[in-house]
Every structure is written in C-alpha cells, then in structure tokens.
C-alpha cells in the first residue's frame, strides 16, 4: 500500500463545478504539499500546509493531522484549471524528502 | 528573477551511453533537489543537497547514478552505463531552505534505446 494514496485517480468536471480532491497518508509528517502538473508541462506548488486550511484564489487546501488526510478545493472550475494534481508529504523526522501521490487528472469541460 | 532551469530539455541515448543532466536552481537558494518521474510510477525522490553536501542519496536507483553540486549552485545528475528502465523525466527543485516552498525547473524528458 503507498504511503500516499490520492481519490479520485481520474476527475472529469463541468465548468464552474466545485472540485474536490483527497489526499490520505498512512506515516506522521511535518508538512504536506499540493502540487498542480500541466500536460506537457512543469510542476508548480500550490500549497505547503501543516494544519488548518490555506486560501489562495479559488483554491482552498484543508489538512486534518490527526485523521491524516488532507483535501483541495476548487471553488467554480474553469478549463484551465485541467492539469494534474499531486499531493506530497515530507514525513515526519525529515524536513525535506517528498512522498508523493501518484496524482489526481483533472479534466474540465466548457 | 529567473525560475530553475534545466538542461538539455530532451535526451535521447543508446543503451549503455553515460548521460550528464544539468540543473540551475534559482539564485540564493541554498537547497536543491532531484526527482525522477517515470511513466505509470509518478514521482520519486532522488537526492537532496544543502550547499554543496548532499546529506541524503537514499533514493539514487543504483551506483550508475551521482550527482554533484557545486559553489552551492549549479547541479549535475550523472547517469553511467544507462538503461532502458531509466527513461524517464528528471526533475530538479529549489528551495531557499528545508520546509520551505520547492521551485521545479522543467525537467529532462531522458529517452535510453
């Protein structure tokens, strides 16, 4: 079983619809990242979180330490928002090495 | 500024070739990392440097692969001996420390035949 495990793998939308994405780990972590990947393209960080929830634009990440879980939030989907999302966890102990998710595609239709 | 770059952008070499791949990480930032990401295997971590040291190689596939960093920028990932199984996209990242928000370069889309 991974240490990362993302729901769903595939996510296919309508514009404007409200996304969520989740994110569950099985080891204790000091932070947990949201990555977004563009087909063809380089990855960009959306968040680092290690509790709470973080606002940026229409993306809103929330992370739950104690149920090991976090989500991502797309608030009125738009087109350009299909890209791959990536959660990565730095476990732990460690104050750098990424643990990745194997990533959520997101398609989102006009 | 400038982002992290990376070169070449595209490598293809034959089985058993050594391949060199070069990362420039954003200017001041002082840690630096490697990433491979392979199709159907999504990504894994590979090294990490401060500075020039790289404290942990722990997810280098096998002796073929080192990598170097030096004057705490510039940083080269040395594949020997390559193989098919490693075709795969190398990404770097930069960072100004530990825990602190990672800027990925690119990547190096790496054909071996």
């Known amino acids: 079983k991974n240490e990362v495990e993302q729901s769903p793998q595939n996510l296919t939308a309508q514009e404007g619809e409200f996304i969520t994405i989740n994110c569950s780990y099985s080891?204790?972590?000091?932070?947990l990242h949201w990555l977004q990947q563009h087909p063809g393209g380089g990855i960009v960080s959306l968040f680092m979180l290690s509790s709470g929830k973080k606002k940026h634009g229409r993306l809103i990440a929330t992370i739950n330490i104690q149920e090991k879980h976090s989500s991502l939030h797309i608030t009125a989907s738009h087109p350009r928002d299909s890209a791959v999302y990536i959660c990565?966890?730095?476990?732990?102990?460690?104050?750098?090495?990424?643990?990745f998710g194997k990533g959520t595609l997101l398609t989102v239709n006009p | 500024g400038a982002g992290v770059s990376q070169s070449p952008s595209n490598k293809v070499t034959e089985k058993g070739k050594d391949v060199e791949l070069r990362c420039d990480p954003i200017s001041g930032h002082t840690a630096l990392y490697w990433y491979r990401q392979s199709l159907g295997q999504g990504l894994e971590f590979l090294i990490y440097f401060q500075g020039n040291s790289a404290p942990d190689k722990s997810g280098l596939p096998s002796d073929r692969f080192s990598a170097e960093r030096t004057g705490g920028s510039v940083s080269t990932l040395t594949i020997q001996r390559t193989q098919q199984e490693d075709s795969a996209v190398y990404l770097c990242?930069?960072?100004?420390?530990?825990?602190?928000?990672?800027?990925f370069g690119p990547g190096t889309r790496l054909l071996v035949l």
């Open positions: 080891v204790g972590i000091s932070a």
């Open positions: 990565a966890v730095i476990r732990g102990g460690s104050n750098y090495k990424l643990t």
């Open positions: 990242a930069s960072s100004f420390g530990t825990r602190e928000t990672q800027y």
